[in-house]
């Protein structure tokens, strides 16, 4: 591509470059996220920008110690830099997910006083069970409304406001329990959006996916909501991330829209696949970068395909 001609998917920001680094620390981080996490900081570089580190450590169920401690070394062992994050602060901290409650809880009541979210009492198999034939593959079953208010004004509950927790969580005893907030999308409106990589996509709300949860049973803010939140507070202008949240982009410009914030750029990246052509997961031991740098394996040579070459596309 000529630099001196922008491609279709060439964005122009007038805000300064911001972009994000966001693993989960659930397990050990594997060549996968080391692929997703480079093209981030490649295209930071490129654009003079700033990258900042976000632990998206919000499920402490899930999130162990040993893992955030892990994170911190392999990401700085294959050579990520960044300039804000838990370690390091930055203008616009915390950047642990799971000292962020105040603003989840914050929007979440935003979207409420709104009526654009509503409570639902469903388990995921009552979803599962309310669907004729719920689709093989998909990110999560289209949820079939059985919660869903006819009208969004006719549900307002004021007696369950929720209080900020010290780790983040609504206070539960003020709330029933197993109850999920639901989005409710715009049925049949496109949702369309260019993405850096992947050219122009759209997906119909309602139809290409459904009401989706903001906040859950458990007292915590839901990927969705949390991820919009803090890509808005944080300033990010160019979410790098994984291929598999391409339908995830287009409910989070609802919520964007919705809480009336400036919704980034995305550049979505092919997923990294092992030898039978699955997806790498957070168990595939053998390549997680711990295990790779065991192996006395360099980052250079695992990263000397990966190079960036422009703002607009990736070369092989
Ligand atoms: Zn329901």
Redesign the pocket.
Known sequence: MNAAEPSRFTFHVSRPYRGRLAPSPTGLLHLGHARTFWTAQQRALSCGGTLILRNEDLDQARCKTQFVSAMFEDLRWFGFQWKEGPDCGGPFGPYCQSKRGEFYIAAFEKLRASGAVYP???SRL?VLRALQAPHVGEDEPIYPG??RPAVSSDFNVQSSKLEPAQDGRRDRNKLSPRINWRFRVPDGEPISFGDGSYGPQEFIAGRGFGDFIVWRHDGLPSYQLAVVVDDAAMQITEVVRGQDLLKSTARQILVYRALGLTRPNFYHCPLVTDESGQRLAKRSDSLSLRALRAKGIEPEILRKSWNVVDSGSALQ
Do not use: L
């Open positions: 639902c009492t469903c009552d059985t919660c």
